[in-house]
């Protein structure tokens, strides 16, 4: 059974950072490609950043780019997102993922398992 975790949520000031965490566990990933969503009350879910397991390709929203970087582990099953110079609009619950490459990157319908989420609130 597939399950991610996410870890490293929490109250940060404006210019601050935080890094989360994904520990990825049930089957090998190495054709999957793992992906950072974010949402907030009333909005809905939206792409932050994803990487390829096996070649280690990024992506990122344009929203993000420059402030935060997604990296993995491989031998220790895990997915980071260390976000930096963090603002208050990033705020919100965020969520790890995994799914098949090929797909669309920033869709969430992509992703075929998903983290319960951390919560990262912002404060001004």
């Known amino acids: 059974q597939v399950q991610l975790v996410e870890s490293g949520g929490g109250l940060v000031q404006a210019g601050g950072s935080l890094r989360l965490s994904c520990a990825a566990s049930?089957?090998?990933?190495?054709?999957?490609?793992m992906g950072w969503f974010r949402q907030a009350p009333g909005k809905e879910r939206e792409f932050v950043a994803a990487?390829?397991?096996?070649?280690?390709?990024?992506y990122y929203a344009d929203s993000v780019k420059g402030r935060f970087t997604i990296s993995r582990d491989n031998a220790k099953n895990t997915v980071y997102l260390q976000m930096n110079s963090l603002k208050p609009e990033d705020t919100a619950v965020h969520y790890c993922?995994?799914?098949?490459?090929?797909?669309?990157?920033?869709?969430?319908?992509?992703?075929?398992?998903w983290g319960s989420g951390t919560q990262v609130t912002v404060s001004s």
């Open positions: 993922a995994a799914g098949y490459l090929g797909r669309s990157i920033r869709a969430t319908s992509s992703y075929n398992y």
């Open positions: 049930g089957r090998t990933f190495s054709n999957y490609r």
């Open positions: 990487i390829n397991w096996s070649s280690g390709s990024t």
